[in-house]
């Protein structure tokens, strides 16, 4: 790999930050920097599959081969508010409760 | 006490079944145990009382000769299933204080066959990593340590992400313990402990009420001490699950059965291959050796060893690590702070999500989940994420091409023996490593075992693979008999209880 390869794929932290707000994650500002190269060393290494040829390969998302099961579309279980509510950080009237979102 | 601790769990049942000890007795060995291996950290939370209760029901069950399969045997469960009304975290800071309201059905089949719980067990965090380095609660110390060499006197790894768990198994603080493996997780821990562990085919074990890491590598399977404990414990864990969609509804094979014949009549006319790109650069001599020697060990049993080509080996890694962390950043992304688990509050919802977990996970969690972002962000998943998929393919179809000819493959469980903590911490790729050999099996969802095969030069356990074809445990467990005899592996843990 050329050295104008590896910057164009070297991940800065404009990279970082946006990453980490599609993962609705927050990131410490002094972790950003060290970040880039962890994932820019990991990224550049992982780009070796590129020298794999896998023209006409069938990408493989399940190694069972196994077509999903079906079952029948009623009720099993449920009508447990207490139970679904159990472990929630914060709830009322059997509700998960959580800060405003409309305006 | 010593005699009891010395009993495998197959020993162990015949002493209950024959009443020269009781299900309570064993237990409180075991807790003893535990207690008096504590520094060791694999127990995150111990259940004692819960243990005895449950050892009394065995005691009774044994009485009434109502005994199951694993009736009396204490288990300590990696904090990655969840147990009913016992707090579960996957060794996160995130999920403490979860309290499960249902069992996860493989800890519910050891429960079914009477195994005795006593606590949960430390593992790297989301069972992300190859140390136990990365858990919440700290690292875990193998109980294994060098009797010469640089590592002397150092406190070693017992490997990852199941690490507690084969701490926990060599410290003789458990007598069984099911564990997961994603990407090496049960067996690298397995050889760097001395133990046996399988990762069973994938959909083996039900995957319902396992958190999880990456859905389509997930699998759980046993560590145990030695084979035979190996074929019943799976006997116990594996089922056919309506839970979990990925389930096989395919029996499996007479594991107890296929261990017997292996003992009694050898292996002969198995054959063996043995793969050319498994020699990596680096990798110590006498793994090299051990690997030439277990060759050697199955040909006197009968087996024919031939050389065979897996050409796709080296892109396994680096597929997997595309593919683990996309399908980690999907799966953490139920961490929100909404139904379970911490919360930090926020300004907004997105801002509460985003401290919540900011805060909650660790910084190789927050590792992989940044990459599996990146890979499959918009641009990216095609380049990454499908292309590495694409790999996935080649490498199962390297596999399916070599068992047309042979009914399994030995190679080395790990590269090295285990390492000191904190040596490889701070290198995330040269952590990746680690699982060089076992990452094939996972990507391809066939089922691999690590048998302890013999020691280093500085007296640390290293183990031998054996991969075999989707649902071909019995050739495993045969395979793996031979090389246990041969082996004849009865070192113990300077750590070990006693």
Redesign the interface.
């Known amino acids: 790999m050329t050295d104008n390869n590896s910057e164009q794929h070297a991940?800065d932290t404009s990279?970082?930050q946006k990453?980490?707000?599609?993962?609705?994650?927050?990131?410490?500002p002094e972790?950003e920097q060290a970040?880039c190269g962890?994932?820019s060393?990991?990224?550049s290494?992982?780009?070796?599959?590129?020298e794999?040829d896998?023209a006409d390969?069938?990408?493989?998302?399940?190694?069972?081969g196994?077509s999903?099961?079906m079952?029948d579309d009623v009720v099993t279980a449920g009508n447990e508010p207490d139970?679904?509510l159990?472990?929630?950080?914060?709830e009322a009237s059997h509700f998960?409760v959580?800060?405003?979102?409309i305006e | 006490m010593s005699d009891i601790l010395s009993m495998t769990a197959v020993a162990a049942r015949q002493a209950l079944d024959n009443k020269t000890i009781s299900a309570v007795e064993l237990t409180e060995a075991y807790i003893k145990a535990a207690d008096d291996t504590a520094d060791n950290n694999a127990y995150v939370l111990r259940t004692s009382d819960k243990a005895m209760e449950m050892a009394k029901a065995s005691d009774k069950r044994l009485a009434k000769g109502e005994a199951g399969l694993l009736e009396g045997i204490p288990v300590g469960v990696k904090d990655m299933f969840c147990t009913k009304g016992v707090e579960t975290t996957a060794s996160s800071a995130i999920l403490k204080?979860?309290?499960p309201?249902y069992e996860s059905t493989v800890t519910e089949n050891l429960w079914q066959d009477g195994a005795v719980m006593l606590g949960k067990i430390n593992c790297d965090e989301f069972a992300m990593g190859s140390a136990n380095e990365t858990s919440a609660f700290g690292a875990v110390t193998n109980p294994w340590t060098a009797s010469e060499g640089p590592l002397q006197g150092k406190a070693l790894t017992p490997g990852g992400s199941s690490g507690g768990s084969a701490a926990a198994m060599a410290a003789r603080s458990t007598l069984l313990a099911p564990g997961t493996d994603t990407g090496g997780s049960i067996r690298q821990p397995a050889a760097f402990c001395g133990l046996v562990g399988m990762k069973p085919t994938?959909?083996r074990c039900s995957r319902r009420g396992i958190v999880a890491f990456a859905s389509?590598l997930d699998q759980a399977g046993p560590i145990t001490r030695d084979v035979a404990d190996c074929a019943l414990m799976m006997t116990s864990m594996s089922s056919y699950d309506?839970g979990d969609?990925?389930s096989?509804?395919a029996p499996l094979p007479d594991l107890m059965d296929a261990f017997a014949t292996a003992k009694n009549k050898g292996i002969k006319g198995m054959r063996i291959g043995i793969p050319d790109e498994y020699t990596v650069d680096g990798m110590p001599d006498q793994i090299a050796s051990l690997w030439d020697t277990g060759r050697k060990w199955l040909e006197d049993a009968g087996a024919v060893c031939v050389p065979v080509s897996l050409p796709?080996t080296?892109?396994a890694l680096?597929?997997y690590?595309?593919i683990a962390p996309a399908e980690a950043?999907s799966n953490l992304?139920r961490y929100?702070?909404?139904?379970?688990?911490?919360?930090v509050?926020?300004?907004?919802?997105?801002?509460?999500?985003?401290?919540t977990?900011?805060?909650g996970?660790g910084?190789e969690v927050?590792?992989r989940?940044?990459?599996g972002?990146?890979v499959l962000?918009a641009g990216y998943y095609d380049a990454?994420y499908?292309?590495?998929?694409?790999?996935?393919?080649?490498i199962?179809n390297d596999f399916t091409n070599v068992f047309a000819d042979v009914d399994a493959l030995l190679t080395p469980s790990t590269p090295s023996a285990a390492f000191a903590l904190g040596d490889e911490s701070k290198d995330?790729?040269s952590m990746f490593l680690n699982d060089v050999f076992t990452v094939p099996a996972n990507?391809?969802?066939i089922p691999a075992i690590s048998v302890p095969a013999g020691l280093s030069s500085d007296g640390l356990p290293l183990g031998l693979q054996l991969i075999a074809p989707s649902l071909r445990e019995d050739t495993l467990i045969k395979g793996a008999a031979i090389l246990e005899s041969a082996a004849g592996f009865d070192h113990v843990a300077s750590g070990a209880a006693s």
């Open positions: 991940i990279t970082i990453i980490a707000r599609l993962a609705r994650m927050d990131i410490q972790r970040l962890e994932l060393t990991i990224i290494w992982v780009e070796q599959l590129g794999c896998t390969v069938e990408p493989l998302a399940s190694v069972t196994h999903l099961p079952r139970v679904v159990s472990n929630a950080p914060e998960f959580v800060p405003k979102v | 204080g979860f309290v309201p994938y959909g389509s309506s969609s990925t096989i509804d796709h080296q892109y680096p597929a690590y595309i950043s992304a929100d702070g909404v139904r379970y688990g911490q919360r509050d926020g300004a907004s919802l997105d801002d509460m999500y985003a401290k977990r900011g805060a996970f910084d927050k590792r989940i940044l990459i972002t990146y962000s990454y499908i292309k590495a998929q694409k790999v996935r393919r080649l199962q995330p790729l990507l391809a969802g």
